[in-house]
DNA sequence: CGTTCTCTTGAATATGCTCAAAGATGGTGG
DNA sequence: CCACCATCTTTGAGCATATTCAAGAGAACG
């Protein structure tokens, strides 16, 4: 029965994934330790499973370094990408509103390092800081943005669009060279549709001179322009 | 300048329509008379805009009585709906945390009664009560979820289980008979078909026992069974 | 350096879309 | 109260697009 991190180590290595994440970053040193110290450090290797579906959680999962996929299982046992945990991003928060079992496999893409912070705790640690549960609104609400762009993107029958308006969203972060979150065919499941066609689109974009593919895993936009003219909206 | 509610007019209304409300339901009598009263109700009639895309947004919106339908309009004049306001729904959310602009069209379908609550008086009421973020955080996580499940069905070309997984989720509200909450060319857009493939898929359904209509607005599922067995997952 | 996985390329097929028109439905005004 | 009109829905046929199936090229890994 361990009841807390009072075991003589420190809980430095808490402290600094706590410190990552950014609906912590606004609160005080104090506080800081006191989110720290109900909180579990979790590691896995590539390829190892955070959880899987079928899981009963109460527990939200904040990735620290690394990288996580969130997929489903299809009926025909083809993987469907939800999302790619980058650091910062968390996953777990509607478990902690209704007794919920996990939809989907949560895998490690990389060595990565997680800290996990129970229901109980972090609904105590709301009501003791305010200003976290602002923080957490923003960052769902940020969340439920992309859900429902992805959702209304999705819906557009053409591949092209669909992916031009994906690309869009991706350099808007970052500054003309893209680097892809996850491989092509898990892009491809994402964007849903098969590698072949998202081979052959992005085959399309070059020879149209709107991107340069650099390696396997990056994107450079050339054209910002004509990518917006073929994204929606 | 009008400041506040107290021109000798009850807040009955506004009352009325925050008690209603699922994210205002569990407060004591007292906070919901302070809910009451920085709120303010609004009107629209069928086909009355409640706010437009491009406009600068810092107030939630929540349905009372009557019907709200959120879409963007693509490049070719296309409606694509994101969403549906029934009774008790709410829109805005994103606003609320980040400045920025709606980027879809609110109309009301039908005679609708809403009740507003701007950014500062709800970040006022949060910090008042506790209680209240739990709850915002709750629905939030509900239309996360409904969203990221709606994207992940979206990415799935083919028509059918789009639609057989849709059906299964509004099935599982109401038991067997469901109603649909917009019209079928409005449906169509929202599970990216055109309302001429929804029409053949809804036939291919009805031929095989699965469903069966009534009216234009209601369906019944007959075989729970070979809905789930079309549906993804 | 070879093995394995990922990615690309090529053809045939199938599925959904587009265009067109007819059939329901519901609301409105005479 | 009924007829008319606008809108929504369905049905049909040809066409475009993406999928499927198959095989080869290219990286990454031990």
Do not use: W
């Not at 299982?73 to 910062?88: D, Y």
């Not at 957490?136 to 992805?150: S, Y």
């Not at 098969?194 to 709107?210: A, F, I, N, Y």
Request: proline share 4%; net charge negative.
């Amino acid at each position: 029965m361990e009841h807390g991190h009072q075991h003589g180590h420190s809980i430095e290595r808490e402290l600094e994934c706590v410190s990552q994440v950014p609906i912590f970053q606004s609160l005080a040193e104090e506080q800081l330790l006191s989110v720290a110290q109900v909180t579990r450090p979790i590691h896995a290797v590539r390829g190892g499973a955070v959880f899987n579906a079928g899981e009963v959680s109460q527990t939200l999962y904040i990735v620290n370094t690394g990288q996580v996929r969130l997929y489903h299982l299809s009926a025909e046992g083809k993987e469907q990408v939800l999302r790619v945990l980058n650091p910062g991003d968390f996953v777990g928060e509607i478990a902690l509103f209704t007794d919920e079992i996990h939809g989907s496999y949560a895998e490690a893409t990389m060595t990565t390092e997680l800290c996990t912070i129970s229901r109980e705790s972090l609904t105590n640690l709301i009501s003791r800081m305010p200003p976290l549960s602002m923080h957490l609104l923003g960052a769902l609400a940020d969340r439920l943005k992309a859900a429902e762009r992805q959702a209304t993107l999705m819906a557009i029958p053409d591949a092209l669009p669909r992916l031009a308006g994906y690309l869009q969203v991706l350099s808007h972060d970052q500054s003309g060279v893209v680097d892809l979150p996850m491989s092509k065919q898990d892009l491809a499941a994402y964007l849903g549709m098969t590698p072949e066609s998202l081979s052959r689109k992005l085959h399309q974009l070059v020879s149209d001179g709107v991107i340069e593919t650099i390696g396997r895993r990056q994107i450079k936009v050339l054209a910002v322009n004509d990518l917006a003219a073929l994204a929606p909206q």
